[in-house]
């Protein structure tokens, strides 16, 4: 009920969407707080979630917040929110970024995974939500610029898995790159 009206705002007022991104990553954090304690099997405090994000997104097309200051925010909630809020940010909000703040999130992409340890073979560390995340973001980014290298790098921090090896193998065979599949698929 109170997601609409601030839809209408944004649709009736457009000069607002400075203040519609304000309420929507407000409503966000309120509704994360809310999770920690429902029981969210029905999905509807998932899909409240969502209906935020589609709104914040459409704001921010209106507004064109610095791109800077919008991939730090994003950046940060994406690798540290437990509930997935702006998971996959740089490619959703890549028309809004632009250049310049995907560029930023990039840096700050980097900065954090250059301190992520390589996993070995057999490594046994555990199921990691943060490092999950930032290789999200990492692999996003590389895709995003097409670099079937930098990917491959991405993927080869963790080597704790054969299945790991198989999927840089592959994505080597696809990129039509023979010796650098089979090198792969030979190591793993």
């Known amino acids: 009920d109170a997601v609409e009206p601030i839809r209408e705002l944004l649709d009736d007022t457009p000069t607002q969407a400075n203040g519609v991104i304000e309420l929507a990553e407000f409503a966000l954090k309120r509704v994360e707080a809310a999770m920690e304690q429902a029981d969210d099997s029905n999905g509807e405090l998932g899909s409240l979630v969502q209906d935020l994000q589609d709104l914040h ?3 921010c097309l209106v507004a064109r917040p610095d791109p800077e200051e919008l991939a730090r925010r994003l950046f940060h909630w994406e690798i540290n929110d437990p509930w997935d809020v702006f998971f996959d940010a740089v490619e959703t909000y890549a028309p809004v970024l632009g250049e310049t703040g995907v560029a930023a999130y990039r840096r700050l992409a980097e900065t954090a995974w250059q ?3 390589v996993q070995p073979l057999d490594a046994r560390a555990g199921y990691d939500s943060v490092r999950f995340r930032l290789t999200r973001v990492m ?3 590389a895709r995003m610029s097409g670099d079937v290298d930098a ?8 080597l704790s898995h054969s299945i790991h090896y198989l999927q840089i193998a592959e994505l080597y065979h696809q990129a039509k790159r023979a ?4 090198a ?5």
């Open 57 to 59: 997104l459409a704001a």
């Open 139 to 141: 692999e996003a980014l």
């Open 151 to 158: 990917l491959a790098a991405i993927k080869a921090k963790d």
């Open 115 to 117: 301190k992520l340890p």
């Open 179 to 182: 010796d650098e599949a089979l």
């Open 184 to 188: 792969w698929a030979e190591r793993g």
